[in-house]
């Protein structure tokens, strides 16, 4: 695929992609840097709050999340580590447009990662940003808010 020439493009619910188990990242390369990048610029260009490798057909572990409060994070092997309390609201997929399904999470989580200089990473995360990050973890096991209805 050429990044470069045609950009990346969100795949939606029906892609095999998106119910595929995404890959960890052993090999950080500038293949993971750049994607993370286009990740992150198609996201912004539709007021995405996060997006996961598997929505861009990238069938590996990698997300990025802003949402507008904390920066951006672009993320490699993302692993919830703990979790505390629930939270419910009704959450949409640049996946699965049109559909908006109420989604029970935990309220604030724990997760390690690795940054893009392959850096260990330990983010607590509360509310949205927990609710955000949850949902693109989602992603890299292949399950989407439908799975909640
Ligand atoms: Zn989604």
Not at 74 to 90: A, V
């Amino acid at each position: 695929m050429s990044m470069q020439e045609t950009g990346l493009k969100i795949r939606t619910l029906g892609d095999p992609v998106l119910r595929k188990k995404a890959r960890p990242v052993k090999n950080l390369t500038d293949f993971q840097r750049k994607a993370l990048s286009e990740m992150a610029r198609l996201m912004y260009s539709v007021s995405g709050v996060g997006l996961a490798g598997p929505q861009v057909g990238i069938s590996e572990a990698l997300i990025v999340v802003d949402t507008g409060s904390s920066g951006l994070y672009k993320l490699l092997n993302p692993k919830i580590i703990k979790r505390q309390g629930f939270q419910s609201s009704e959450e949409g997929c640049l996946s699965v447009p049109g559909v908006s399904v109420k989604v029970k999470r935990s309220q604030k989580i724990t997760l390690k990662a690795l940054d893009e200089q392959a850096k260990p990473l330990i983010i607590e995360a509360e509310d949205l940003l927990a609710r955000v990050f949850q949902h693109e973890i989602d992603h890299l096991n292949g399950k989407l808010i439908v799975d909640y209805q």
